[in-house]
């Protein structure tokens, strides 16, 4: 069974950083495309980076220069570290896996980016 969980979320104020983390267990996880999703009140899901088994990465345009994602296939972990925050990123960030024809979702860890 595959479960996600993400930590690292919180209140910063803008301009500051935050690095969010989600463990992955249940799967083979380096054979897996890992990506982030961002969902703010009353808006769509939205994509927000991605990385894929060899790799190669993907980011919102609102976000490229300021978030970076990477992974560790030894420890089944995904990272969002995230600069230079602004109060837009605010939101619950969940972590995804697509193995196959299957995805999967963390449980959502809530960032708050606010003076």
């Known amino acids: 069974q595959v479960q996600l969980v993400e930590s690292g979320g919180g209140l910063v104020q803008p301009g500051g950083s935050l690095r969010l983390s989600c463990a992955a267990s249940?799967?083979?996880?380096?054979?897996?495309?890992m990506g982030w999703y961002r969902q703010a009140p009353g808006k769509q899901r939205e994509l927000v980076a991605r990385?894929?088994?060899?790799?190669?990465?993907y980011y919102v345009d609102s976000v490229k220069g300021r978030f970076t994602i990477s992974r560790d296939n030894a420890k089944e972990m995904v990272y969002l570290q995230m600069n230079s925050l602004k109060p837009e990123d605010t939101a619950v960030y969940s972590c995804?896996?697509?193995?196959?024809?299957?995805?999967?979702w963390g449980q959502g860890t809530q960032v708050t980016v606010s003076s």
């Open positions: 990385i894929g088994n060899g790799g190669r990465t």
């Open positions: 249940g799967s083979i996880f380096s054979f897996a495309t």
């Open positions: 995804n896996q697509i193995l196959g024809s299957k995805d999967y």
